[in-house]
Every structure is written in C-alpha cells, then in structure tokens.
C-alpha cells in the first residue's frame, strides 16, 4: 500500500522539523553558536510539528483523514508564523528595523551579577553569527519553514471530497 499524501506531507513534515532542530543544536553545541532570544523562539514550531506531525501521520494511516487535515493546515500555520518571526529576525539582522531590547540574552542565575556579566558573552539578535550565500540562520530558517508551510497546506488540502 502506498502512502497517501496526508501520509507523506506528515513525515515531511517530522523529518524536517527534525534535521532544522539537529542544524540549530549541531551550530550551538559543536560549533559554538549561543543563540539568541529570537533563534530559540524559532525552535518552537520545530519542536510542536515532531509529535503532532507523527500524530496526524498515524491519524492518516488510521483511515481519519479529517482530524489529520486539520493538524496538517494547523502545522502550515504554525510554520507560516515560524517563517514570519524568521523573517522578522532576518531583517534586524539587516538593520531594516529594531529588534526588541529583551533580545540581550538570559539572565545569569549567580551571586555576583557584575562579575558574571563581564565575562558573558551575550548572543544580540541584530547580529548575525553565520551566514552561507549571504544568508544568516533566520534567513534560511525563513526559507525552510515558508517550505514546511507549503508542505502541510498541500497535506491537508490534496484528496478532499468536494
């Protein structure tokens, strides 16, 4: 039996949402990337599409192709949106607007707030860390999800009764 398109716009969906989160922690934690306030919201939808993602897949599976339809049009939104805050990011990267003043890192939890703060090195989000062809991370996270978003809208409208 082959997959029908729920099916497989669900896994698309997982796998990608997969390897953006591996890039983001393979830049954080091998690289030694810290991201800042704005690249950790990105995350979000990555993390929420892997469980509901495999849950609209096995829904498919399952013959209820509705509840499926409707978390895959719900997984389009939420990356639409994840492709928004990445532009958004992109763009104080950019310095075509300002971005928010909480984007200067997570407090230190320490007793000696001055002398922590000295030798922190706090992530900006008007600062792009990396860039591959003249993109940054929220660039090609913009590109990724606008990609994802496509991926659950095609999902949850292709095979509808009319």
């Known amino acids: 039996m082959y997959p029908t398109t729920k099916?497989?716009?669900?896994?698309?969906?997982?796998?990608g949402s997969v390897m953006a989160l591996s890039a983001a922690w393979?830049?954080?934690?091998?690289?030694?990337?810290?991201?800042?306030?704005?690249?950790l919201d990105q995350r979000?939808?990555?993390y929420a599409a892997i469980p509901l993602g495999l849950i609209a897949f096995f829904l498919a599976r399952s013959?209820?192709?509705?509840?499926?339809?409707?978390?895959?049009?719900?997984?389009?939104v939420a990356m639409l949106a994840n492709a928004g805050l990445a532009i958004y990011h992109a763009g104080i990267e950019w310095q075509f607007w300002t971005g928010p003043t909480a984007c200067?890192?997570?407090?230190?939890?320490t007793s000696n707030v001055l002398s922590a703060l000295k030798g922190a090195r706090v992530p900006r989000c008007d600062e792009a860390a990396w860039r591959m062809f003249g993109l940054s991370m929220a660039g090609w996270n913009a590109l990724i999800a606008l990609g994802?978003?496509?991926?659950?809208?095609?999902?949850?409208?292709?095979?509808?009764?009319a």
């Open 63 to 76: 013959d209820r192709s509705g509840p499926a339809r409707v978390l895959l049009a719900l997984l389009g």
């Open 7 to 15: 099916e497989t716009a669900s896994l698309l969906l997982v796998a």
């Open 26 to 39: 393979y830049f954080q934690l091998v690289v030694g990337l810290a991201p800042c306030p704005l690249c």
């Open 44 to 46: 979000i939808a990555y």
């Open 104 to 109: 200067t890192g997570a407090p230190v939890a």
């Open 148 to 161: 994802l978003a496509a991926v659950g809208f095609a999902g949850a409208t292709t095979g509808r009764k």
